[in-house]
């Protein structure tokens, strides 16, 4: 099932860099400088839906308005740590972080007992923690259209376009699945850019060129800095 198609995407923005306990990310050059940090928490942000929008859609907006609920809870405005662990405790109730860390690992997954696979999921979360909502206070006010919406089986894409303060459009595409009876995100694509296929990429260069075990070492490594270090 399908809804309406996105306007084309804006243009104007500079490429961020992103680093992960020194592993450069390339491919993040890629993406525009918008905040990461709006993907991730589902965009932080008031959605147009459009009429025809289907399940998936439909849960992807309710996990959204539960965010903006804790962003705009007078109690907590000044509290940046615990407005970061109420929305990552909502993002838990959206995203499949295990199925997004599997497929971050590829064909690295099988291998590991499943002690080490608990282990790199626990890790793989709190980097993101790190990357993305650790930055969620930077949220100004950006807001997100629904485009189309894709089901093949289990499968489903909704894509949305970021409409930004300075006018510009990003398109930022979810895949999701069914789980258990829900949709789950486990990947988010900003202009094309998957964040499974980043990280894969990186986690695969150090397996196959160091170890595994230096992968983790990296990760918890990264765990270890105090929040205050992340950029």
């Known amino acids: 099932m399908a809804s309406r198609q996105t306007a084309p995407r804006g243009a104007g923005f500079r490429y961020d860099q992103a680093r992960l306990a020194g592993i450069s990310v390339a491919a993040f050059r890629t993406m525009r400088n918008i905040n990461l940090a709006l993907t991730l928490p589902l965009l932080l942000v008031a959605l147009v839906v459009p009429a025809l929008a289907g399940v998936p859609t439909d849960q992807l907006k309710q ?53 080490e696979q608990r282990e790199f999921v626990q890790l793989f979360a709190a980097l993101l923690d790190r990357a993305y909502f650790s930055k969620i206070d930077h949220y100004q006010g950006e807001k997100v259209r629904y485009g189309a919406e894709t089901i093949n089986g289990n499968e489903a894409i909704v894509k949305t376009m970021i409409l930004t303060r300075a006018g510009s459009e990003v398109p930022v595409d979810y895949r999701m699945h069914l789980a258990d009876g829900r949709w789950l995100v486990y990947d988010v694509s900003i202009e094309g850019v998957s964040l499974v296929s980043n990280y894969r990429t990186q986690f695969n260069k150090i397996v196959q060129t160091e170890s595994y075990q230096t992968l983790i070492q990296k990760l918890r490594a990264k765990d270890a800095e105090p929040a205050a270090s992340n950029r």
């Open 63 to 115: 996990g959204v308005d539960e965010v903006v609920r804790v962003l705009d809870d007078p109690n907590i405005k000044g509290q940046p740590a615990q407005r970061r662990a109420a929305v990552r405790k909502v993002s838990e109730e959206i995203f499949d972080y295990q199925h997004t860390a599997r497929r971050t690992l590829g064909q690295h997954w099988t291998a590991r007992t499943p002690e």
